[in-house]
């Protein structure tokens, strides 16, 4: 193995040669063809590396003031507002994400704004959830858990990188070192934002293992390392398969593991609403579900829709709408793999092809925009199959009986992490939205009416998160803070302890300042 | 199977025959006599009903006030203690437990007030965290998680009854409905609880299935209970193995399972400590490790001091109040196996025996007060096997060669429910706390301070949880209200829904009433 090509690693606050057993590049997925850069795959031993000095920065970080924590994190945001045109256009080179506005204009505001929000956050105690019992002498609080590693998806190369995402925010935030699993599909990207993260770190006097970076890691490795007892969490976001490896890894050593992973987001559409505005669904429609070619955590993929003439209408303006849309760059070849063969597993069960269904006539890696249909009898027998992710710009409808037959429907669904309800302005469906709405509020973690699912305000009231599959636990959202912070949080409590010993936040008493 | 002279299990508002494939009987662990009682082992089928039932009762108590919940939690305490010397009478007689003061003085009491307290708890939206984002039309709040199964563990035969205790009243008063399954020691004492829950549904006019109760459950079977897709949650206190098996079963499918498993509760006794005060601590620890035989979540097992003349007399002096003290009854013939099982680890491990370690001389289960001994040294070499749960009236004495080793020891301990300090009023320790308490705090749930860990106050700021294998997840406590109903709910986001279409605890402005 030559080193010297190969991209360092960032481990216990240097760059350093990866212990690689192996290389790997990233693709232009507009083109299909590969970028000259080349990352390693790192051996175990760099992995160690990283634990050794996450436990170490951990104890460091423990004892800095939160004002510490979120003057990282502005900083961090701050480089990487002032290298926003070289990271777009890596992003967007490794991506197929439009520069602008998508990663400009959308992702990076996002991610910086992240970053700031979870700063703010750091600094208000009560997110720590403060609970004094004078009488008593008891005090608990949430304390960071320890190092967690973040394995970031690939189709939000910013706002939910490892490195600089959600999840990594609110661990930092929190209190805790993050090691950052970069993904394949974009190593640059991530390179560049863990150098913006390296010179805050530098600059701020954080702990060298505060942050961290990886790029390659043998399957079995990652795993590994979800259940190293040297961590505190484990995150992914990204494929059910390789989600559900990791959750086996750290539920065996009981550590907290917050997973996203796969989510169709179920949407119904009473008859009411399709009289009343079918044209305007149809655009909110295709605009959410072929938007980024449909490769969000909340696009929605499965949509519910009443037997009757109106029905087909929507349903051929909408396949007229696919196939006038131009086929988006899907994110890579594993992308593409899971499209196609989640197209073909739903085509398999029972659906029937509106439109689309074939490969793209373009370069690189794209598929055709497609609408599937199948019947709410099919679905109600193949259920399961018929919730098989096609990850990308697909959309199956399912075509209920009648009205009495939605509930039903929407009671087979799987955890997601939106479910949504169109009804009529004017009151014509009421009678049909709660059994609907009861069928659905179990299964989803965000609730929306009249509305896409696309597009996660970075709100302290949002949900991002849901019921398993969606989710590994229920009780926990990606996205809103202070909440998201709590996933990387033990509760601790201190009983009959000397007041000079107590944490800072538990030294006011209650109501106090 | 002769089906006529089996207590009855309680399903779908119903007690009824079960469809019972064996059965068992308890015993009276202070003469080791079978009690005449027989109870039934279930077959899937009253597993199955019990589920559907509990499915069809979360949907009718989502659509109940706060105000019903909290009702019928009140009633269940007031009948409980109407019933008080009946059930106190029959749980002394299945646990070998004092039936005054501990049970009807103490237990009882703490149970009905838990219950009282979880009313409380549930008239107060404030426990649901509600979130609301008007600028961005978006709310969230938790919710219940749907049926939760509760297994209930063999020390705490009314205070943590999967019918009665902990998790049964914060299960409940988060709006789900409970599958109670009886502790195989205790069953008569479930069943006269059950009676008192089932009065007050039919009192309270809750639903059917709100409250049910299996006794025996083949093994597999209740580890299928804990994956089955209609549960919300289950709830587990007992050993690491069984809890293990349910985990494993519930981590499959994503469902949230609540585990208090083993703990040794590691106590630190700094030399200044015991220069200072020696009788006063040996009085606490002879008090807190043989109290209810040491049959506590929270008993002193491990203690840690520093090789010295002190430390010699102390441990002296301790041997002959373990010696001089009346051995209590074990909890049941599983309990003396465990707690014998776990002596011979400890002593195959290398632990010195300093007294106990032998058959009690008397009848019905029971087992020498034990006092073992070990060199810090030797804890470093084989720190797992020396945390054997040796769960009664058994402690482990580590004495560290130096103060400065302490840290290096506690570092080696596994999560813990508490952690204790005991250092000297003057200072003189003072120089020690700061590391002992660090390597100790990461690891425990609960850092106490001059005080033993037995006594778990019923306050909102207790953490009756901790770090693997304490626990299942260190984010969550299984006492103190609200936090304990967290636990059993998820979150639930409300995304642009109609006013009039939001829950109760939504509608209301932010800083409104």
Redesign the interface.
Known sequence: MQHDDLAPVWIAGEWRAAAAIGSFNAENPATGEALSARYPVSDWADIDAALEAAARAF?DL?AMPARAIAGFLNAYADRIDAEAAAICETAAEETGLPASPRLREIELPRTTGQLRQAAAAALDPSWR?P???EA?N???V??P??PVVVFGPNNFPLAFNGVSGGDFAAAIAAGNPVIAKAHSTHPGTCRRLAECAEGAVRETGMPAGTVQMLFGLRREDGVRLAGDPRLGAAAFTGSRTAGMAL??AA?V????VYLEMSSVNPVAILPGALEERAAEIVDELVTSALMGTGQFCTNPGLIFLVRGAATDTFLAELADRYNAAPCGTLLGKGAQRGLVEGIEALIAAGAEVLCGARPAARPGYAWSNTLLRVSGARFLEAAEALQTEAFGNATLAVVAESRAQLPALLARCE?NL?GCVYSARDGRDDAD?EPV??AL??RV???????MPTGV?V?????H?????A???????AV?LP?AM??F??????????PE?LPEALRMRNGGG
């Open positions: 104890d423990q959830l609970v004094i019992d008593a008891i005090r608990s949430l304390e858990l320890g959750k086996a539920d050593v009981g550590k907290p955890g939106t939205y709405a009861r509020r179990p973690g965000r609730l929306l009416n009249d509305k305000a709100s302290p009231a949002m949900n998160g849901g019921p398993f599959p989710t590994g636990h229920p009780h926990f959202t809103g909440a709590r996933r949080t033990r509760l601790a409590c201190y009983d009959n302890v000397r010993r």
